[in-house]
Nanobody, 124 residues
Framework: QVQLVESGGGLVQAGGSLRLSCVVSGGTFSSAAMAWFRQAPGKERDFVATISWTGITTAYADSVKGRFTNSRDNAKNTVYLQMNSLKPEDTAVYYC?????????????????WGQGTQVTVSS
């Protein structure tokens, strides 16, 4: 059974930074594309970033491009989301997701496994 556990969320002031982590167990992490999505209160869950199985290919939502960095450590079965220059509009529950294929895109249906989410709150 594949399990994803996110951590690293919290409360931060605008302009600050946080690093989210997602540890994956029970699957072949090193051959799976990974992604981050987020859901703000009252809104749909949106794509944030994705990273290929090797970590070479990444893609980001326009709203976070240049501020967020997605990376992975296959030896630790962990994917990271470094978030800098945070804005109040980044406030959301952030979800980690794992695909069955090696490269993923921005669509939620591409990801078979999901974590429970971690809350990120950015105060103005």
């Amino acid at each position: 059974q594949v399990q994803l556990v996110e951590s690293g969320g919290g409360l931060v002031q605008a302009g600050g930074s946080l690093r989210l982590s997602c540890v994956v167990s029970g699957g072949t992490f090193s051959s799976a594309a990974m992604a981050w999505f987020r859901q703000a209160p009252g809104k749909e869950r949106d794509f944030v970033a994705t990273i290929s199985w090797t970590g070479i290919t990444t893609a980001y939502a326009d709203s976070v491009k240049g501020r967020f960095t997605n990376s992975r450590d296959n030896a630790k079965n962990t994917v990271y989301l470094q978030m800098n220059s945070l804005k109040p509009e980044d406030t959301a529950v952030y979800y980690c997701a794992a695909a069955r294929q090696r490269i993923g895109g921005p669509a939620q249906y591409e990801y078979a496994y999901w974590g429970q989410g971690t809350q990120v709150t950015v105060s103005s």
